[in-house]
């Protein structure tokens, strides 16, 4: 591998890798995310290897296995370049023939999507409703690498942003980049990043630390395994630009242990960033040192929380500290640390690269860019997507979602995992906007949507969300240890037909104090889910209070 100690080496190469590389070649690209991956892609990329092997085409025809497409309830998913055609649900019988039709510049019409009400056949991604109401910045590039090359990521303009941060602007110049833009954070609460990270820049500290939280353990959200599965480098090109500015020369990604493909590319994409340069001691020539290691998580919910993961780093249990640390001032052996989720990360080049006015023109008012959402439940299409901030729940559940399964009605919806809240039928056209979903006491969370159809019980669904957070506690404070299981035991009897009269206001009472007394965002947050059923669907717990009370 090439190693480059200067921007000019990097860019020379660059320019021979794109003129050794023909966009009009025909490209086979089979999704290996984790939906098409339980589907057996593997199976399918196989064949398209054999097949290719069997008719000697290794010259007219290139083979990528990549990450995610997003299309999950189609998989397994291929896309045939360079027109983007789409084929879905495909099989190992399916090669030869979606191999000749590539080359002939046709297409296989046995596996593209079809409409379901119209029954319209469509090959084109750009053209399918799925693809067609998105605008895919973070993940768009998912079907053009291989997660596993580093020259495919340089190929669509990996490290450029790099380059321009470290040859042209000082870390002032990115921050206020950054601050410009009003990236906010796509991990939870949306705070501003430009913010946290001048905070940790301006600690007292020399010894500064940068984090991209991988854990990811809302249910439903699949997002930052998406991306860091299927475009790692995009994860950590952000993460050193964001060490340039902030000043730190020591960064971790903390993630999941329980995703081999994931930790076999951010690995791979490890080693290669530092073959080429990107990662170690006098980065491309420009003075700057950071290298990066990889941190796991334990398996359990609580060491996604911010001081909990930087405990763990350290080599400690993964137990919350009090928030009156603040971990942008004392984190990491108490030094000051800067966390972002991943996908926070992920937009830090492209705003580096296009500009913070480009990216503020995007969005809502006051949240701006794209945010990746997983659409999951009873939904028609299930699956990762990516939209501008300011989109409407109904855009998501019905022109991209394709509506509710089964031809049953759409009762509620539900964001933020666990911690989150759910809204009724009536709001479906509220606006995916940091501030106005928490308003409404859904926030948005990493942004896993749950779909559910009119014959959901919202008193099972609350249990059930109480049951995970129960049993994920840490147990380390008393506000969230006991008050989450007196909540848990109090809808497990309303479910069970031995519900009280009083038992809704003892649930939010409950709530409150769980809010108030609790340590770490787990206890402070874990009541959302009960306090939005009490503003929304009062009413059904009520009515199941009522018919427990009159049986004999």
């Avoid at 910045?137 to 990996?158: E, S």
Wanted: overall charge negative; glycine content about 10%.
């Amino acid at each position: 591998m090439p190693k480059f100690n200067t921007a000019a080496e990097l860019e020379q190469y660059c320019a021979h890798l794109l003129a050794a590389r023909d966009p009009a070649r025909p490209c086979i690209a089979v999704c290996a995310g984790a939906a098409c991956d339980g589907l057996d892609s593997a199976a399918v990329a196989q064949a398209f290897t054999d097949e290719i092997a069997r008719q000697n085409l290794a010259g007219r025809l290139d083979l990528r296995v990549t990450g995610c497409h997003g299309f999950c309830e189609k998989g397994p998913n291929v896309i045939a370049g360079p027109q983007d055609i789409c084929y879905f649900e495909v099989t190992p019988g399916d090669v030869p023939e979606i191999i000749r039709a590539t080359l002939a510049g046709e297409v296989y019409e046995a596996k593209i999507y079809r409409d379901p009400e119209t029954r319209e056949k469509i090959a084109p991604m750009s053209e399918i409703p799925y693809y067609k109401h998105q605008v895919r910045l973070l993940i768009g590039d998912n079907p053009r690498l291989d997660p596993l090359k580093i020259d495919d990521y340089l190929a669509v303009g990996g490290y450029a942003a790099l380059v321009k941060a470290l040859t042209t602007m000082t870390p002032d110049d990115v921050l206020a980049e950054v601050k410009r833009a009003d990236l906010r954070g796509r991990g939870g609460g949306g705070f501003p990043a430009g913010a946290k990270w001048e905070t940790t820049k301006n600690a007292p500290e020399k010894t500064k630390y940068v984090i991209a939280n991988g854990h990811e353990g809302e249910s439903a959200a699949f997002m930052d395994r998406a991306m860091l599965t299927g475009n790692p480098h995009k994860v950590i090109e952000g993460l050193i630009i964001g060490a340039y500015a902030i000043g730190a020369h020591q960064g971790f990604i903390y993630t999941r242990h329980d995703a081999p493909r994931l930790v076999e590319h951010v690995k791979a994409a490890l080693a290669q960033a530092e073959a080429y340069g990107f990662l170690g001691e006098n980065i491309l020539g420009s003075g700057f040192d950071f290298k990066v290691e990889l941190h796991f998580d334990v398996g359990i919910f609580v060491s996604g929380e911010s001081s909990a993961l930087m405990r763990s780093i350290e080599g400690n249990a993964p137990e919350p500290r009090p928030k009156y640390i603040r971990t942008s001032v004392s984190g990491i052996w108490d030094k000051p640390s800067n966390l972002n989720n991943v996908e926070t990360w992920a937009n830090v080049p492209q705003i580096i690269a296009r500009g913070a006015e480009w990216f503020a023109g995007i969005g809502s008012e006051k949240s701006k860019g794209t945010k990746l959402v997983s659409l999951s439940g009873h939904i028609v299409n299930s699956g990762i997507v990516e939209v501008p901030m300011g989109t409407t729940l109904r855009t998501l559940i019905f022109a991209i979602g394709g509506g509710v399964r089964d031809g049953k009605a759409l009762k509620a919806v539900h964001f933020g995992g666990a911690m989150g809240g759910s809204l009724p039928v009536e709001y479906i056209d509220a606006r995916l906007d940091f501030d106005e979903m928490s308003a409404l006491g859904a926030p948005i969370g990493a942004g896993g949507l749950l779909v559910m159809n009119e014959d959901t019980d919202m008193v099972d669904i609350a249990r059930y969300l109480m049951d995970f957070l129960v049993r994920e506690s840490c147990g380390k404070c008393v506000p969230c240890r006991e008050g989450m299981f007196q909540m848990l035991k109090i809808l497990t009897g309303i479910a069970e037909g031995r519900g009280r009269k009083f038992d809704l206001e003892r649930l939010a009472e409950l709530a409150e104090v769980t809010s108030l007394g609790s340590l770490c965002a787990l206890g402070k947050t874990s009541a959302a889910p009960v306090k939005s059923m009490l503003q929304y669907f009062r009413d059904e717990y009520t009515a199941r209070i009522d018919a427990g009370s009159q049986t004999p």
